[in-house]
């Protein structure tokens, strides 16, 4: 008796031991971003125009003095993981043979890393194609469809509730930034993955099997971002809004990494 408590003394210590040394703890901010050169990739897309234009130019700066307050010393951007392609482009960048497109991951991403003197930025992404079209395929052919219909209704009302299109020319960068990374925005964009659960009927759960894709993709880029995540780092991440909400919730449960908001280094837009 007294052996095996001795043992199972010795494996909690060596366990907690274990833990203690290879806990990081590091500082993460999810900046949610649009898609700038509006590839339409998102079932209702943000299309602000002219990105190249003076005035939009103006305001990324503005971002990026704004972003630089966080001074974080890694970036990590939606690109598939361990792929080199925006290593190569920055690379060409940072040696002024690299003129910035209209991808967000360029004209933020790419500018405030050469900005802060950073020699590398880094890939967390991890590609998974939404069967979304199966599922309302199915939902057509199995008398669902209603719940597509009331699904897009409920999240197009929400989503122009905030981004109204007649309206969103008007907004600065600085204040379509600030909305998208607002709770109300998470919320809203999480919400169409979870009203998916209704699609599906006996033993086939086809809005479950969607919303878990979903769900598997955001857990393996959280895994990608600790993958590159050391002791004391502070890594900025800048990825298409949709993500924010999970990647910000799985972060905050994991020991050792600190999820800071991004609102904190946005002005709030005036009302």
């Known amino acids: 008796m007294k052996k095996s408590i001795l043992i199972n003394c010795i494996i909690l210590y060596l366990f907690s031991a274990l833990q203690c040394y290879s806990q990081k703890k590091f500082d993460v901010m999810i900046l949610g971003t649009?898609?700038?050169?509006?590839?339409?990739?998102?079932?209702?897309n943000i299309a602000v125009y002219n990105i190249l234009g003076e005035r939009r130019q103006?305001?990324?700066?503005?971002?990026?003095?704004?972003?630089?307050?966080y001074k974080p010393n890694k970036i990590a951007l939606e690109v598939p993981f361990n792929n080199n392609y925006m290593l190569s482009r920055f690379e060409e960048y940072i040696n002024n043979k690299y003129k910035l497109t209209d991808d967000e991951r360029d004209q933020i991403g790419l500018r405030l890393a050469k900005n802060l003197g950073h020699k590398t930025i880094y890939a967390i992404d991890y590609k998974e194609d939404l069967p979304i079209n199966e599922a309302i395929a199915?939902?057509?052919?199995?008398?669902?469809?209603?719940?597509?219909?009331?699904?897009?209704?409920?999240?197009?009302?929400k989503f122009f509730s905030l981004f109204n299109p007649d309206s969103i020319e008007t907004k600065s960068i600085n204040e379509i930034f600030y909305l998208i990374n607002s709770p109300?925005?998470?919320?809203?964009?999480?919400?169409?993955?979870?009203?998916?659960?209704?699609?599906?009927?006996?033993?086939?759960?086809?809005?479950?099997?969607f919303a878990a894709k979903w769900y598997a993709r955001n857990l393996k880029i959280t895994s990608n971002i600790l993958r590159i995540a050391k002791d004391g780092d502070k890594i900025l991440v800048?990825?298409?809004?949709?993500?924010?909400?999970?990647?910000?919730?799985?972060?905050?449960?994991?020991?050792?990494?600190?999820?800071?908001?991004?609102?904190?280094?946005l002005h709030q837009p005036s009302k």
């Open 34 to 44: 649009f898609h700038m050169n509006v590839p339409k990739r998102d079932v209702f």
């Open 58 to 69: 103006q305001e990324i700066a503005e971002l990026i003095e704004q972003l630089k307050e």
């Open 138 to 157: 199915w939902a057509e052919q199995n008398g669902q469809v209603y719940l597509v219909d009331e699904i897009m209704f409920s999240f197009r009302n």
């Open 184 to 209: 109300p925005f998470d919320n809203i964009n999480h919400s169409i993955y979870l009203m998916s659960l209704n699609i599906g009927k006996d033993d086939k759960y086809i809005g479950a099997d």
């Open 238 to 265: 800048l990825i298409g809004a949709g993500h924010a909400k999970l990647l910000k919730e799985y972060l905050s449960q994991i020991p050792g990494a600190n999820v800071v908001s991004s609102l904190h280094f």
